[in-house]
Nanobody
Framework: QVQLVESGGGVVQAGGSLKLSCTGTPRGLSRGVMGWFRQAPGKEREFVAAIRWRDGTTNYTDSVKGRFRISRDYTKNMVDLQMNSLTPEDTGVYYC?????????????????WGQGTQVTVSS
């Protein structure tokens, strides 16, 4: 039973932009906190950004601050990640995740709903 589905990945040159979207069932969109994570080959999954459904409060990892923007749309049951000024270091599989608690946490283990991921490749 799929709860979250990501879209919008692709190949882009350094300096370019991509917009990722996450949609899903109400169960998957936990209405607590939604997060984006990424995993590069040979590396652990890492936190990118999170947003609290209730008030739109956001949190970002330092490496994407000022370049990425997470947003949510109640009417579309969707969470987006706008990525600008991309670098090859941003390459990886990007995952959408949800948790029912209201705390903006960064540990992947704290999220209980996950999508299957979408590949983002940034060429130099």
């Amino acid at each position: 039973q799929v709860q979250l589905v990501e879209s919008g990945g692709g190949v882009v040159q350094a300096g370019g932009s991509l917009k990722l979207s996450c949609t899903g069932t109400p169960r998957g969109l936990s209405r607590g906190v939604m997060g984006w994570f990424r995993q590069a080959p040979g590396k652990e999954r890492e936190f990118v950004a999170a947003i609290r459904w209730r008030d739109g409060t956001t949190n970002y990892t330092d490496s994407v601050k000022g370049r990425f923007r997470i947003s949510r749309d109640y009417t579309k049951n969707m969470v987006d990640l706008q990525m600008n000024s991309l670098t090859p270091e941003d390459t990886g599989v990007y995952y959408c995740a949800g948790r029912r608690d209201l705390f903006l946490v960064r540990a992947p283990a704290e999220y209980d709903s996950w999508g299957q991921g979408t590949q983002v490749t940034v060429s130099s």
